[in-house]
């Protein structure tokens, strides 16, 4: 099964990469018989829902999940029916709990990104069952030039685990707000990831700034 990524989002297309890396991605991906993760039409998503001039908060994942079903194209976040919650979100959602007293009803992200959060993988795609198989594909200079297209004002980035704040320095400027921490995975949560409470950090620097604070906990529900 092969894929082929879709057009570039309207309002990044103008990054460099999309001209220099993704045709030689696009072939390597063509040519692979491997089931792709998310579907093709998803590859982009997280960039789709967030225009550079609407992203407020930038939350770096790596790859996305290898289950079929589960990714959709934002980081950390999958589709509204799947239980049990991968094992990272459900860190993710114990430290909202403490931090802000409610977490959201699934693992649904997208009223994030509706937002401004941009939950960006620094892979975009992924082998079915097989995690990081595509971690070196050259999807990672598609994240130094967002990130440095984003320095272009003050912004909250969200930089858990090594991996994340490798990136950190593709980041320009003074006035962000940079939060680093352990990686919300079993392995690492437990070494100050629990008790860093960036959500509402985040928040009280956008309060701080004029802004408006990001609704973490409760998609709102559509009109009757």
Same mark, same amino acid.
């Given at each position: 099964?092969?894929?082929?990524?879709?057009?570039?989002?309207?309002?990044?297309?103008?990054?460099?990469? =999309?001209?220099? @890396?993704?045709? &030689?991605?696009?072939?390597?991906?063509? *040519?692979?018989?491997?089931?792709? $993760?998310?579907?093709?039409?998803?590859? =982009?998503?997280?960039?789709?829902?967030?225009?550079? *001039?609407?992203?407020?908060?930038?939350?770096?994942?790596?790859?996305? #999940?290898?289950?079929?079903?589960?990714?959709?194209?934002?980081?950390? %976040?999958?589709?509204?029916?799947?239980?049990?919650?991968?094992? %990272?979100?459900?860190?993710? #959602? !114990?430290?909202?709990?403490?931090? $802000?007293?409610?977490?959201?009803?699934?693992?649904?992200? &997208?009223?994030?990104? @509706?937002?401004?959060?941009?939950?960006?993988?620094?892979?975009?795609?992924?082998?079915?069952?097989?995690?990081?198989?595509?971690? !070196?594909?050259?999807?990672?200079?598609?994240?130094?030039?967002?990130?440095?297209?984003?320095?272009?004002?003050?912004?909250?980035?969200?930089?858990?685990?090594?991996?994340?704040?490798?990136?950190?320095?593709?980041?320009?400027?003074?006035?962000?707000?940079?939060?680093?921490?352990?990686?919300?995975?079993? $392995?690492?949560?437990?070494?100050? =990831? =629990?008790?860093?409470?960036?959500?509402?950090?985040?928040?009280?620097?956008? !309060?701080?700034?004029?802004?408006?604070?990001?609704?973490?906990?409760?998609? @709102?529900?559509?009109?009757?």
């Amino acid at each position: 099964m092969s894929v082929t990524p879709p057009t570039p989002p309207k309002n990044w297309q103008h990054l460099l990469f =999309f001209a220099q @890396e993704l045709p &030689r991605i696009a072939a390597h991906l063509a *040519q692979s018989d491997a089931p792709v $993760l998310p579907p093709a039409p998803q590859i =982009f998503a997280a960039l789709e829902a967030c225009p550079p *001039q609407a992203t407020r908060v930038v939350i770096l994942g790596q790859d996305p #999940y290898p289950t079929p079903g589960h990714a959709h194209g934002l980081a950390f %976040s999958v589709e509204p029916d799947v239980r049990p919650l991968p094992r %990272s979100l459900t860190n993710i #959602y !114990k430290e909202m709990q403490e931090d $802000l007293g409610a977490i959201p009803p699934n693992g649904d992200l &997208r009223f994030w990104a @509706e937002q401004g959060v941009l939950l960006l993988n620094t892979a975009l795609t992924v082998e079915a069952g097989k995690a990081g198989a595509h971690a !070196k594909l050259g999807w990672s200079s598609l994240t130094e030039q967002v990130l440095a297209a984003l320095s272009n004002q003050p912004r909250a980035f969200l930089l858990w685990g090594a991996h994340a704040q490798g990136f950190a320095k593709h980041i320009a400027g003074p006035d962000h707000l940079i939060l680093t921490s352990p990686h919300p995975s079993p $392995l690492s949560a437990r070494r100050g =990831f =629990f008790g860093s409470r960036p959500f509402s950090r985040i928040n009280d620097w956008l !309060k701080d700034g004029g802004q408006t604070p990001i609704n973490w906990t409760t998609p @709102e529900r559509p009109a009757p």
